[in-house]
């Protein structure tokens, strides 16, 4: 049973516009979530990340929301441009320190200009 | 500056056959993790290496996957008696330890014939 469902798997915006991608998860052991995104035929590169004691983080145009009660996580990419076009992947960590990840199965995002 | 490096790039092995995949983690990386992905999936956790220690092994699929890490630097995985089903994209993470993200490299594909 996945721990970590990402229900959309594309979306099309477009460009200047805003990118919201959406995340559940099951485990409320879970204490850190990040978003990776990846281009094809290369691995997944780090985006943006939030602990599970807060419920928001912004790095410029990346804002990962956190909505523990609901188990719910999003990532606004405002405004969205073409190069943001990829998969992005949620990613949870379970409590402790050996920072292996659980991954949902990714939506592709295309920005269109 | 230089990050997780993976070789080789693409493998093709006939069933039956053993594979050899190295990963080359960023220098000073104390973890570093083994992620296989399938098509149209997120990463799914293989292994955990501490240094040259292993502490996680619980997502190695049988007992024909071995992994290692010597020297607790470069890191070897190997799959013996190749199945089709083993098909996939090998992908090898490093961090700092703890909160800090894994960097993940480009991966291996494995093709299985």
């Known amino acids: 049973d996945q721990q970590v469902k990402q229900n959309s798997p594309s979306l099309s915006v477009q460009e200047g516009r805003i990118s919201i991608l959406n995340c559940d998860y099951t485990?409320?052991?879970?204490?850190?979530f990040l978003w990776y995104k990846k281009y094809p035929a290369e691995g997944p590169t780090f985006l943006i990340s939030i602990s599970s004691i807060k419920d928001k983080n912004e790095d410029g145009r990346f804002t990962v929301f956190l909505n523990k009660s609901a188990k719910h996580l999003s990532l606004h990419i405002v405004p969205s441009q073409p190069g943001d076009s990829a998969v992005y992947f949620c990613?949870?960590?379970?409590?402790?320190?050996?920072?292996?990840?659980?991954f949902g199965k990714g939506t592709k995002l295309s920005v269109k200009p | 500056g230089a990050g997780v490096s993976q070789s080789p790039r693409y493998k093709v092995a006939k069933r039956g056959q053993d594979v050899a995949l190295r990963c080359d983690p960023i220098s000073g990386h104390v973890s570093l993790f083994w992620y296989q992905q399938a098509l149209g999936q997120g990463p799914e956790f293989l292994t955990y290496?501490?240094?040259?220690?292993?502490?996680?092994k619980s997502g190695l699929p049988s007992d024909r996957f071995f992994a290692e890490r010597p020297e607790g630097s470069v890191s070897t995985l190997k799959i013996q008696r190749t199945q089709q089903e083993d098909s996939a994209v090998y992908l090898c993470?490093?961090?700092?330890?703890?909160?800090?993200?894994?960097?993940f490299g480009n991966g291996t594909r494995l093709t299985v014939t």
């Open positions: 990613a949870a960590r379970g409590g402790g320190s050996q920072g292996n990840l659980i």
């Open positions: 290496f501490q240094n040259e220690a292993q502490l996680d």
């Open positions: 485990n409320s052991m879970f204490d850190y």
């Open positions: 993470a490093s961090s700092l330890g703890g909160s800090s993200p894994l960097h």
